[in-house]
């Protein structure tokens, strides 16, 4: 009994904290319709200033909290509001949570930039080491203070939102944005104040959590992403629900740690302790369940910013052709510390090409690429220890199956919800299953004593799978160099593969499903089957890279894969452009390619910076840049053969004067850089010459305004008329009367 | 001093969307106290006509005053507060808040709820059996009284009104306007507008015909309403030829 008091008390104290954390995340859902996945780490900067102001600069506890709730947290809100947030309007919530998750990529990189994570940090309590008696325990004077400020948050957030002008106007904003300007309410104001109120819980719950945990921004992110189950049972709405939520969270968690995590003693417990760390992704699982079906709404008809194009045979295949052969050529020139860093390169780009039939197409977002991978990569470790070649297709289709089978109760949930799920599923692997102790796998004929298969499974051998590069056709490709290019030929498989899915009558409906779920319904067709089935092959894709990857790796360690270095693929394939399948080549060179580390040895946290960055910036563009920016710049090249030809060539001619030693490979590393800047240009410039008058072509004809324009001016002038009949072929003044 | 005969003026008003010019020339006045309708058939530009006014859509060319003062591309919330209340087409409501909070975000910062919610049960005793409902629950008679409760309880000087009839019955759409009525009674400037001439011939003072993005009728309803035929025809005359 009295041990039950001791947990249920510990219980409450977390319970208290997230259910600060929860109910401002509930709060900025509900008033913005933006679900913040950067709320742990707002948090984790209240932790961090908070310990560098009492610890560091021995300023008094009080103080340092005024400074980081007074100003920290408002100024973080209004910061994120009218930064990045107000840019959003009109984006789908896919490219919504995308943002907020570049913030969160962002905000820990930068917070390891700012704060050397090597360093121990530990922040003692206020009243450290005082205590009441109550009920026969002793109950320490912080977690008092803890709960007695929980109280008070929830009370004055129920005010705020329910009794309140303010709170009132925040929800009406989620319903009718223009209604509410037509009510003389200011939206920017109002979308500011529930910002505000959010960031300045979040650093709240920061503050209160640092004294009861050591300090690192991931683990602090994570653990504040705990909280996230407690929305869930409130439905990011309902205020009362999420504080039951962020009971049954902290309770829950400390009878698991109080009555199992301690006590190896128990049949098996060596395999739970792992579990208690992931008793909240079972309570989100199972909060999940009871949601209700998706709501299909007809009421309004969107317009969405987001658009997708076809890829093309040829452009997949030129896609294929340049990673093949700049693989080839590149590889011979790299130092052998670079080769042996950048053979991972094309392990990260299928992975990263996996998202793009499920996020690009199918419009489902899921955040764990790196789960799918890793789980590629053990089947193809365990069932093809000697790297036999077959190791990767067998990688995927068990990866397929496992994204099946997550997306069958997954499908049914709203984009939202599913992405949480699969943040869940990522966090239970690599807190749990990957750090399972070695156990026996019995399949035994039931009340028998006969044993059908026993097989000891270690899953990650103690912490780094031992992974063997495949030999193919007598080719041996345990080289670096050899490995580097056999991966690329492996992309350029997928690259084509999915090409062919995308013009398939599959394709056609991922992104018939993506654009109009209700037309979907209404058509007959089934929602739930085309779900799986992006799924699926998107899990399988992750997982042929994720056995490349691991092979690129050879012993790949569970942090290889871990959840937030997948969450900087899925941020880079979204600015590049989630429907491109060219983002990702982008996704490999960039988080494989060691060009900023080695250039900035003492930045290393430059490369998740700049994602992030680039990703927040999202809002502007949420096509993706490749579609935006870099296409366009590049199509007056595509079109001049001769150009794109000679440029080639003086390249190649680079290329091979610096394979001959002739040059340095910096001057090819220029010419590589000059190509890139120069070629556009020249596109450009070619492209001008041939629309000026002054060139051979034909003139360009247009219309002489919209064509919505002219309808509202009728009758056509003749130069319409005949701009017309040539287009559709009409032979001049037939049926047109007269 | 604010002139009574021309509260609303639109002075060579030309609007659109993104290379769609839908308002193409619009010279309208406005005396403070009329009820002023505007008829004209689909897409002709009524919604943008009041979306002009109400400062959500910006004129491309020309000037909008109220109150004789330029409000061009003046803030909408700013116009709201200032007393143009435009109810939208369609459901003008808060689906997920209740009625009562509907009713307390429509009226000024300085009323208090009680009192808001008595004067608009007061006018629609169906609502206040209503009070703790979400309005999106509500039926489609019943949301519109929300929405025309938004004209009872912020006061406004000028009311424009998108097509309250839209999917409604008869009786309904009649009873509502019965409302409109009471409050043009008060003072309250009125622009309604409406597809069909019939739907509020007894309640308008004067009457506009908007085809194509003109005025091509002005006058008193039962003056222009014979002659609204004819111009809509020989719009569409127009276009074929
Ligand atoms: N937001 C918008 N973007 C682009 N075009 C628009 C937009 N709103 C209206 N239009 C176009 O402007 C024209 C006039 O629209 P408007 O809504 O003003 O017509 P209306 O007279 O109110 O028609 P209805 O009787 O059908 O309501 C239409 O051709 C419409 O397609
Ligand atoms: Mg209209």
Avoid at chain 2, 50 to 56: F, H, K, R
Avoid at chain 2, 127 to 154: F, I, K, P, T
Wanted: include cysteine; aromatic fraction near 8%; charge should be neutral.
């Amino acid at each position: 009994m009295r041990e039950f008091v001791g947990f249920t008390i510990t219980g409450l104290v977390t319970a208290s904290i997230y259910a600060v954390v929860a109910s401002g995340l509930t709060l900025t859902y509900a008033t913005t319709g933006i679900f913040n996945w950067a709320h742990g780490a707002l948090a984790a900067i209240g932790a961090f200033v908070y310990w560098q102001c009492t610890t560091l600069w021995g300023w008094p506890a009080p103080l340092a909290m005024i400074l980081c709730v007074g100003i920290i947290g408002p100024v973080l809100g209004v910061t994120v509001e009218s930064g990045i947030m107000r840019r959003l309007d009109g984006t789908n919530e896919i490219t919504r949570m995308a943002v907020t998750l570049a913030l969160l990529v962002g905000i820990i990189a930068g917070i390891n930039w700012i704060w050397d994570p090597q360093m121990t940090k530990v922040v003692l309590p206020v009243f450290n080491g005082k205590a009441i008696e109550i009920l026969g325990q002793r109950l320490p004077v912080y977690d008092l203070l803890v709960m007695a400020v929980a109280l008070l948050v929830g009370i004055v957030m129920r005010w705020v939102l329910y009794r309140s002008r303010a709170g009132v106007q925040m929800r009406g904003i989620v319903d009718d944005r223009s209604l509410i300007i037509l009510n003389g309410v200011s939206p920017v104001r109002t979308a500011q104040t529930s910002w505000v109120i959010g960031s300045t819980t979040a650093v709240l719950a920061g503050v209160l959590i640092a004294p009861k945990t050591s300090l690192s921004a991931g683990s602090l992110a994570l653990l504040i992403m705990n909280a996230f189950a407690a929305s869930v049972v409130g439905r990011l709405r309902s205020l009362p629900l999420t504080i039951l939520g962020a009971a049954i969270l902290g309770l829950s968690t400390a009878y698991a740690q109080g009555y199992v995590g301690s006590r190896t003693d128990l049949p098996g417990g060596q395999y739970l302790i792992g579990l208690v760390n992931v008793v909240p992704v079972v309570v989100l699982f199972i909060a999940l369940q009871f949601l209700p079906q998706e709501r299909l709404r007809a009421a309004k008809s969107q317009q969405a910013r987001e658009l997708s194009n076809r890829p093309t045979w040829n452009g997949s295949l030129w896609l294929v052709v340049a990673a093949v052969v700049v693989t080839a050529a590149i590889a011979p020139l790299l130092a052998p510390g670079d080769l042996h860093n950048m053979t991972k390169l094309w392990g990260i780009a299928v992975i990263a090409l996996s998202l793009v039939p499920l996020l690009g197409w199918a419009g489902r977002l899921a955040v764990c690429p790196f789960a799918f991978a890793a789980v590629g990569a053990l089947i193809s470790a365990h069932l093809a220890p000697d790297g036999q070649i077959w190791g990767l297709v067998l990688a995927g289709v068990g990866a397929a199956a496992v994204g099946a089978i997550l997306s069958f109760p997954g499908a049914r949930l709203s984009p939202l919800y599913l992405a949480l799920a699969t943040a869940a599923f990522a966090v239970a692997l690599d807190n749990w299953i990957f750090r399972l102790p070695p156990f026996h796998l019995v399949i035994r004929i039931p009340f028998t004593e006969v044993t059908l298969y026993r097989h000891q499974l270690d899953i990650f051998q103690g912490g780094s799978l031992a992974m063997r590069r495949p030999k193919v056709f007598g080719f041996d490709l345990s080289g670096d160099q050899a490995f580097l290019i056999f991966a690329s030929i492996v992309f350029g498989a997928s690259v084509l593969a999915l090409t062919a899915l995308r013009r398939s009558d599959l394709g056609l409906r991922m992104i018939a499903l993506k654009d109009s779920p209700i037309g979907y319904a209404t058509v007959g067709l089934n929602r739930q089957v085309t779900t799986v089935a992006a799924f699926a092959i998107s899990a399988g894709v992750a997982g042929v890279g994720g056995a490349l990857y691991g092979a690129a790796m050879q012993r790949p360690s569970p942090d290889a894969f871990n959840f937030f270095s997948g969450l900087s693929i899925l941020v880079i394939v979204v600015v590049l452009g989630a429907s491109t399948l060219g983002s990702s080549v982008g996704a490999g060179a960039f988080l494989a390619a060691p060009v900023l580390v080695n250039v900035f040895p003492s930045l290393a946290q430059v490369t998740p910076t700049l994602t992030a960055a680039a990703g927040v910036s999202l809002g502007n563009n949420p096509n993706g840049s490749i579609r935006s920016d870099i296409a366009p710049q590049w199509s007056g090249v595509g079109q001049r053969p001769l150009l794109l030809g000679g440029g080639l060539a003086v390249l190649a001619g680079v290329y091979l004067a610096t394979l001959g030693d002739l040059i340095s490979n910096w001057f090819f590393a220029g010419a590589c850089v000059a190509f890139v800047i120069v070629m556009p240009i020249l596109g450009r410039r070619a492209t001008r010459a041939l629309a000026s008058p002054a060139g051979s072509a034909v003139p360009e004809r247009r219309l002489s305004a919209s064509p919505e324009q002219l309808a509202q001016s009728l009758p056509l002038g003749a130069d319409d008329l005949s701009y017309l009949d040539d287009t559709f072929g009409i032979t001049p003044g037939v049926g047109r009367g007269s | 001093m604010i002139p009574l005969d021309s509260l609303i003026e639109l002075r060579g008003v030309h609007a659109g969307y993104e290379g769609v010019e839908v308002l193409r020339g619009i010279d309208l006045v406005v005396p403070a106290g009329q009820v002023l309708a505007v008829l004209g058939p689909n897409g002709a530009g009524k919604t943008t006509l009041l979306s002009v006014i109400a400062g959500l859509v910006r004129p491309t060319r020309g000037d909008v005053l109220f109150g004789g003062r330029r409000v061009t591309g003046v803030d909408p919330v700013a116009l709201a507060r200032a007393g143009l209340c435009l109810i939208p087409e369609g459901r003008g409501v808060f689906a997920n808040l209740t009625v009562a909070e509907n009713l307390w975000l429509a009226a000024g910062s300085d009323r208090s709820r009680e009192v808001v919610e008595s004067r608009a049960f007061e006018v629609f005793p169906r609502l206040g059996e209503r009070r703790d409902q979400l309005a999106g629950s509500l039926s489609g008679g019943e949301q519109q009284m929300v929405a025309l409760s938004r004209a009872l309880v912020s006061d406004p000087a000028v009311l424009l009104l998108d097509e309250l009839s839209m999917g409604l019955a008869p009786m309904v759409v009649d009873d509502l306007y019965r409302r409109v009525v009471d409050i043009a009674r008060m003072g309250v400037t009125v622009v309604v507008v409406e597809q069909f001439v019939r739907t509020i011939s007894h309640i308008a003072d004067r009457g506009i015909a908007v085809i194509s993005g003109r005025i091509v009728l002005d006058g008193r309803i039962e003056e222009i309403s014979p002659q609204l035929h004819s111009a809509y025809f020989s719009s569409s005359e127009e276009v074929s030829t």
